[in-house]
Structure formats: structure tokens, C-alpha cells
């Protein structure tokens, strides 16, 4: 890892590399190796995502905050599925069966709060597939593009295009179904 770190020419970018790890590294090995159950490969996996992090360390403002945590295990799990997939080609991860979106029953609400509207809209998109929310995570808290999603993800701009397409129908449907969202 010090040889990725060594290679930022910015002290400053270096530092929060530094600190990305320190804080990070448990956590991005654990999720890893939970999706490939194998250490040594789970470590791999931890590299090759902060690979990715240097390459995307322009969206990091707070290292530790929850959308730098959110940002940062994003890019793990997906590698780690990558990995897995090229490892027992063609088999299908199921996505949906992870804990890490946000699923809690809270009651609908005729007249609400801004706070609440959130809680609600975060809560709709915590029901949404991963590869859902992710993408809505992505796009709307990093502001990354299309390219950069791609990249990200590992799925081409037109696949990150059409997936972000699928995602709002998918949230607008949620949000309705909720009760949060009607068209006028």
C-alpha cells in the first residue's frame, strides 16, 4: 500500500490516502473477504480499490464521514464482486442479499417535514436493488460522471447511463408505492 501512497505527488493528497486507510482498510477487508472468503484475495481486492479511490480522490472532501465510508465501500464490494465473478465465471452473485442498504419501516406521512422527506427518500432508496442505489449514490452524493461511474463500477458509460435511467424509475415507483411521490 505504501508504494500506491509514494506514488501521489500532492503531500496533501498523500495524507489523505494515508488517513483513507487508517480508517478504512478494517472495514474494506472485512466486506472483501466476506464476498470471496479467501484473505489473500480479499487483500488484492483491498489494493485494487484504493487504486480506484487515488484515481477518484478528487470526490473526497471528509475522510471520515459517512459518504466517504458509503463511497469507499461501494468500490470494495465492487471489486470484490468482479473478482469473484472472474474467479467462477459466470455465476451470478446475488446482490439483493447484502446489509449494508438502509431498511426500516417508518409510517407514511401526509404532511412532513424536509428531514422526514429525506429519511423517506433515503429509506425508498435502501429498498432499491444495489446496483440501483448505488448508482444513485454515486451520481447524486459524488456528483460523478457517466465515465466516472463507469470506471467505478466496471460497466461501460452507456451501461452506467441506462442503469442511472433504470434506477429513477425505479425510485420514482418506490416513492409512489410510499406514498412520498405523485406525478402532477
Do not use: W
Amino acid at each position: 500500500m505504501l508504494a500506491f501512497i509514494m506514488t501521489l505527488e500532492n503531500e496533501r493528497d498523500r495524507d489523505k490516502v494515508t488517513e483513507i486507510y487508517e480508517l478504512y482498510s478494517g472495514t474494506m477487508l472485512y466486506i472483501a473477504n466476506t464476498i470471496l472468503n479467501e484473505v489473500h484475495l480479499a487483500e488484492d481486492a483491498v489494493s485494487e480499490s484504493f487504486i480506484k479511490i487515488i484515481d477518484n480522490l478528487e470526490k473526497i472532501n471528509i475522510v471520515d464521514c459517512y459518504q466517504t465510508r458509503g463511497f469507499v465501500v461501494i468500490i470494495v464490494r465492487n471489486v470484490a464482486i468482479d473478482m469473484l465473478r472472474k474467479q467462477k465465471k459466470k455465476q451470478i452473485v446475488p446482490l439483493e442479499e447484502d446489509d449494508y442498504g438502509l431498511s426500516y419501516e417508518e409510517p407514511a406521512f401526509d404532511n412532513f417535514s424536509v428531514k422526514e422527506a429525506c429519511d423517506k427518500i433515503k429509506c425508498c432508496i435502501g429498498n432499491l436493488k444495489k446496483s440501483y442505489s448505488d448508482i444513485l449514490y454515486l451520481k447524486v452524493e459524488f456528483d460523478c460522471s457517466f465515465e466516472e461511474i463507469g470506471k467505478i463500477l466496471g460497466i461501460s458509460t452507456e451501461n452506467a447511463k441506462m442503469r442511472l435511467s433504470r434506477a429513477r424509475k425505479a425510485l420514482k415507483k418506490e416513492l409512489k408505492k410510499e406514498g412520498v411521490y405523485s406525478e402532477q
